[in-house]
């Protein structure tokens, strides 16, 4: 009766060991799940920006000032690097859900002609400045907030504070929503401003359009 006793005893605490052991296991797997996939958010949005500054010093090396082919570049810059319809629907605020299909259309593709000109038109300010990358961190499962700065090589500019954020729904499908210069948001700002506009407008999103447009039509 005393072997049977200690054989159930030693049964019993091998079972206790198995279940220690499986649930230490899942704890390892879930505990370095996390972290694996906040380095994996973090490699994809840190390769997007290294991969778009070194599009906009490529670009600077070969500009020859022609508009026409500026333009050009400036367009596959940011429909490669940036995420045209998430900064639409974000720069809309709580009235994108107000509009229609076509208004929709019409604003994402007047929003980007609108991007597209100002950096066009600014693209020389580009010249002779050096990013630096600071840090990078994960902000929830789907965005990563890449910082650092913009120093002038001739020491002319003061340094400029910048931040990306990047969506990260998917590595391979990185792209940045949002540019903060200085800690102001420069979606954020565009969003109270487009909001100003609609809110004045009676809530009509298609005053937001007309705006948009005349202000590209004077530019």
């Not at 009766?1 to 005893?9: F, G, K, L, T, W």
């Not at 070969?62 to 367009?75: M, Q, V």
Request: proline share 3%.
């Amino acid at each position: 009766m005393m072997y049977v006793r200690e054989v159930a005893i030693e049964l019993s605490g091998m079972g206790t060991r198995r279940n220690w052991v499986a649930n230490f296991c899942v704890f390892i797997v879930l505990f370095f799940s996390i972290p694996a996939q906040a380095s994996s958010q973090i490699e994809a949005a840190n390769r997007l920006i290294d991969n778009m500054v070194r599009d906009v010093e490529n670009y600077l090396l070969t500009d020859s000032g022609d508009i026409s082919k500026r333009t050009e570049k400036i367009t596959k810059l940011l429909d490669t690097h940036f995420d045209i319809p998430g900064i639409a629907r974000f720069s809309a605020g709580p009235y994108w859900r107000a509009a229609n299909e076509q208004e929709r259309i019409t604003y994402t593709q007047s929003m980007r002609e609108a991007l597209i000109g100002s950096i066009t038109r600014n693209f020389d300010q580009l010249a002779g400045l050096r990013f630096t990358m600071i840090d990078s961190q994960a902000k929830g499962s789907r965005m990563v907030l890449v910082r650092g700065t913009f120093r002038d090589k001739a020491g002319k500019r003061p340094p400029v504070s910048v931040g990306w954020r990047v969506v990260t729904p998917h590595p391979a499908s990185a792209k940045v929503l949002d540019v903060e210069i200085e800690n102001i948001s420069m979606l954020v700002t565009q969003k109270q401003e487009n909001i100003a506009i609609i809110r004045k407008n009676g809530g009509r999103f298609s005053a937001l359009i007309q705006a948009m447009k005349r202000r590209q039509q004077t530019q």
